[in-house]
């Protein structure tokens, strides 16, 4: 067994260094064993909700696209011209921007989204958001996009003094937090418990929602210092999330949600059509962030530096 000397990894219990095995990572300090599955190091286990779900990946890195829809126009701006070793949390499938910063390196649940996320990225591993597999400060920067608002609130803290810790001095994090909007719509939808759980919260994981306030101060209460915040999306979304949320038992509840959902199916029938209406929504959305109320918002975009 040798000493990873050139990997990033140790044991995400106690933080001591790796030795590997033909099999295995081994900490040389608690000595407990983590198994490569397919070259992959897992110090986590897995998950069949997350297995395979989003392993598709992005190879954009700076298109129209990118361009146009909010949240990625927000680590493209944000991450423009900077260099380091970016670490992005619940990678799935990998994101081609992240690469193209430097030495990249992912982190998820899934396999399936790790062996796609391996193409784009230089390290990867399975491992839970909750305990990171690398000594302190080993990163420049910190992504996660749609991610945190699959973490339950009780792990939450936990996620972010790890990315607190692996964070060198004066590094940045950027992420995109999926929030719980107080909009019109969203209060629509919780009117019925169970119709919520079952369209809106389960299909995508969202267990972990909160308002973007709270998610914004929980960044400052895990020491950091916040660079730049947007409650974003207050109302407002892409017409296929529309369809997603409410083609279904909402529809039968309220007329308005019936023309609602029958107005962005008619927008979604052909590619072209789809494009306008959502270059409308981004108008939209631009709009409505700078007038709507923020306790709307229904994800926000923060920015944190560790001091
Ligand atoms: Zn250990």
């Known amino acids: 067994m040798a000493e990873l000397q050139s990997s990033l990894f140790c044991c995400p ?3 001591s260094a790796v030795l590997e095995s033909p099999v295995a990572l081994i900490c040389s300090d ?27 990946p992005d190879s954009s890195a700076g298109s129209l696209r990118n361009r146009l829809v909010k949240k990625e126009r927000f680590f ?10 970016i670490l992005d949390l619940g990678c799935g499938g990998g994101w081609r921007l992240f690469a ?11 396999l399936a989204s790790l062996q796609s996320a391996r193409r784009l990225y230089d390290q990867v591993a399975q491992a839970r958001l909750t305990a990171f597999p690398f000594a302190d400060e080993s990163f420049d920067f910190v992504v ?8 339950p609130l009780t792990e ?45 919260v389960e299909p995508e994981g969202h267990i972990g929602l909160e308002p973007a306030g709270s998610a914004a101060a929980r960044f400052e209460r895990a020491g950091f210092r916040i660079a730049g915040q947007v409650p974003c999306y207050r109302g407002l979304t892409y017409v296929g999330r529309f369809v997603q ?14 023309l609602l959902v029958l107005s962005c199916k008619l927008a979604t029938i052909a ?28 994800g926000l975009l923060i920015c944190c530096e560790k001091p």
Request: with cysteine.
């Open 144 to 151: 996660s996009s749609d991610v945190l608002g699959h973490i």
């Open 245 to 258: 949320y409410f083609d279904n038992g909402f529809k039968e509840r309220s007329l308005f949600i019936r």
């Open 100 to 110: 193209t910063v430097g030495h990249s390196v992912g982190i998820d649940i899934s």
């Open 76 to 85: 493209v701006n944000g991450l423009r011209g900077r260099r380091g070793r």
């Open 13 to 15: 219990v106690c933080h």
């Open 156 to 200: 939450k803290d936990a996620t972010l003094s790890e990315i607190y810790r692996v964070l060198k001095p004066g590094g940045l994090t950027w992420h995109y937090v999926e929030a719980d909007g107080d909009d019109p719509l969203m209060r629509f939808a919780k009117g019925y418990p169970e119709l919520y759980t079952r369209h809106i």
């Open 30 to 56: 608690c000595g407990k064993a983590y198994p490569l599955v397919d070259g992959i190091p897992c110090f986590g286990d897995s998950d069949t909700f997350y297995e395979g779900r989003w392993a598709q």
């Open 271 to 298: 590619g072209p059509i789809e494009l306008a209406a959502n270059l409308g929504m981004s108008f939209l959305i631009e709009l409505g962030d700078r007038i709507l109320p923020e306790r709307w918002a229904g």
